[in-house]
């Protein structure tokens, strides 16, 4: 099944996409970390969208959908859509791209998740510089400090991870994404998870509804 997984900055959507990656053998598509890599290789495509994501701003949509058409063309399946759609026009782009593909969405999961949880998440996360494994100061620390129990590597925090930074994704999120609940539940895909419990408990929820 092709999910949609979706939420505030902090939800937990790249946690749970991981777990769904090693038990479900989903592929994810995130397109935060697209847009990361891009940053790290120093592509015009990085140039393009770190100016927007270090203010806590989207990166416009065309850009957006091109990069995700690119990824689909790739011809994936079982998909997890993580940090996309994130406005109804990149809801309505995906719908003509899959259908182009003879593809759907099954579920939209939503996680719902208190705002003052989400600033503790936000601002306690920490990630690898290299492998861009996620850690959390208190819920989740590394085992040495300051490296990733992974590779070793530095961990550190995201450039927009900062607290001037969070205030305008979370302002971002309810003005131009918090719409895709109606839209989703219009198209009866749309369900909401508790995303405030522990890690596991939302994993095994989300794995229900998938089965
Ligand atoms: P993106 O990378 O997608 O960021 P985001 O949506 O803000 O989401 P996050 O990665 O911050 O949070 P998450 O929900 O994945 O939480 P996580 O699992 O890490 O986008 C970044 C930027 O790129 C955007 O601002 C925009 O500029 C641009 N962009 C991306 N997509 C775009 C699009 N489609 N259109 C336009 N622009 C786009 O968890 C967070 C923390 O909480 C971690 O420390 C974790 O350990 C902890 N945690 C997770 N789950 C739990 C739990 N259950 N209990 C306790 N702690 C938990
Ligand atoms: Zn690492």
Request: hydrophobic share 35%; with cysteine.
């Amino acid at each position: 099944m092709n999910l949609i997984l979706f939420g505030a900055p902090g939800a937990g959507k790249g946690t749970q996409s991981e777990l769904l990656i090693k038990r479900q053998n989903m592929t994810q598509i995130s397109t935060g970390d697209l847009f990361r890599a891009a940053i790290k290789g120093q592509t015009a495509l990085g140039k393009e969208a770190q100016g927007y994501m270090d203010k806590g701003q989207l990166v416009p949509d065309s850009v957006v959908i091109r990069m995700v058409e690119e990824v689909l063309a790739k011809g994936v399946k079982d998909i997890i859509l993580d940090g996309f759609p994130r406005t109804v026009a990149q809801a309505e782009a995906l719908e003509e791209l899959l259908k182009k593909m003879n593809l759907s969405i099954g579920k939209a999961i939503f996680l719902e998740v208190p705002m003052q949880v989400l600033m503790d998440r936000l601002t306690g996360r920490r990630v690898c510089k290299n492998c861009g494994a996620v850690y959390h100061i208190v819920g989740k620390p590394t085992k040495k400090e300051g490296e990733c129990d992974v590779c070793g590597s530095e961990v550190i925090q995201r450039n927009d991870d900062k607290e001037e930074v969070i205030g305008t994704r979370l302002k971002t999120y309810q003005e131009f994404t918090s719409p895709l609940k109606e839209y989703y539940k219009k198209a009866g895909k749309f369900i909401e998870v508790d995303g405030n419990r522990g890690t596991e408990e939302v994993y095994t929820e989300i794995e229900k509804i998938i089965k």
